[in-house]
């Protein structure tokens, strides 16, 4: 059964994605990320970059590209890009607002709310940016207790947005979070189509529940296959981690698109790579965290 064809008959270098949340902002919470950006980090300096992103992975085959309102500027940044790529598919989320004001360190970088007026205000802003560009429109890292998954009102203004619908997920029960989301129906219709979470070689948790996403006919979109950089430099993974911990998430066989989080050209280069190994996994070192560890750690990284 196939519930969403927004990614049918993608394979190669298509599996990779690009997402922009390192780079639609000067600060976040990718380790090294400071040694990897301008000096400088100025909105058009931000947007140099991107764009330098965007034009090197669409050239390699990449097509989808992912964005939120919380990424600073760069649903503003893609949506500049997007004329003349005709073929580029959109994903943007909703459920937080950018509050840094363009700064590096900040009390608070975003604040979330799943509430149905923060729906509207922000559905919104990404159409007057994306307008029917927009292709995915998923609801940003939803946790158990997000009132999304509850509020049958709610439910029925994202089936009537005009995208694909889909989620987000992060913190130690992303498995609860995607069953949940996965058995909400609106007059029998599935409403969620398409689920993003965290999968990586130190948080694979996730993984039998996006298997049965998949086997649902969902699409499956993997978000920190390098869990914010902690894996670009791990030994165990041999000369080229960057390139092992992507391989790894492209060879699961639910997985319909792995997202990169280049903010070098360099590293859509590594990705591209990536795409084009045949890995076996069996070889792999074992590497998970328990899910608790592993987002107790992410929370202390620094935004750099």
Request: glycine letters at 10%; charged letters at 20%.
């Amino acid at each position: 059964m196939v519930i969403v064809e927004l990614f049918d008959g993608i394979s190669g270098v298509a599996r990779l994605g690009l997402g922009l949340a390192a780079v639609g902002r000067p600060g976040y919470i990718t380790l090294e990320r400071d040694a990897d950006l301008p000096a400088r980090r100025t909105v058009e300096a931000m947007r140099e970059r991107a764009h330098a992103l965007l034009d090197d992975a669409y050239a390699a085959g990449v097509r989808y590209f992912d964005v939120a309102r919380s990424y600073g500027r760069a649903e503003e940044f893609l949506a500049g890009w997007l004329p003349g790529h005709d073929d580029a598919i959109v994903g943007s989320k909703w459920g937080y607002t950018y509050t840094a004001d363009w700064r590096v360190t900040a009390d608070v970088h975003e604040v979330k709310d799943h509430s149905a007026g923060t729906f509207a205000r922000q559905l919104g802003e990404t159409r007057a940016l994306f307008g029917d560009r927009l292709g995915l429109y998923q609801v940003h890292s939803v946790t158990p207790d997000s009132p999304v998954l509850t509020d049958r009102e709610l439910h029925r203004a994202l089936t009537g947005q005009g995208a694909v619908v889909g989620l987000s997920t992060s913190g130690p029960r992303q498995a609860d979070t995607i069953r949940a989301a996965c058995a909400i129906e609106v007059e029998g219709v599935p409403l969620f189509r398409s689920v993003q979470a965290t999968w990586n070689l130190l948080e694979p948790s996730a993984g039998p529940a996006l298997a049965e996403a998949h086997a649902s006919g969902r699409a499956v979109i993997v978000k920190e296959a390098l869990a914010n950089g902690r894996l670009a430099a791990l030994p165990d993974l041999g000369i080229h981690p960057e390139v092992t911990a992507l391989a790894a998430a492209l060879a699961q066989p639910w997985a319909t698109v792995v997202l990169s989080g280049a903010v070098t050209r360099e590293q859509v280069a590594v990705g591209v790579h990536a795409a084009g190994v045949s890995l076996d996994t069996t070889r792999l070192p074992d590497l998970a965290e328990s899910p608790e560890r592993y987002w107790t750690t992410r929370s202390r990284l620094p935004w750099t």
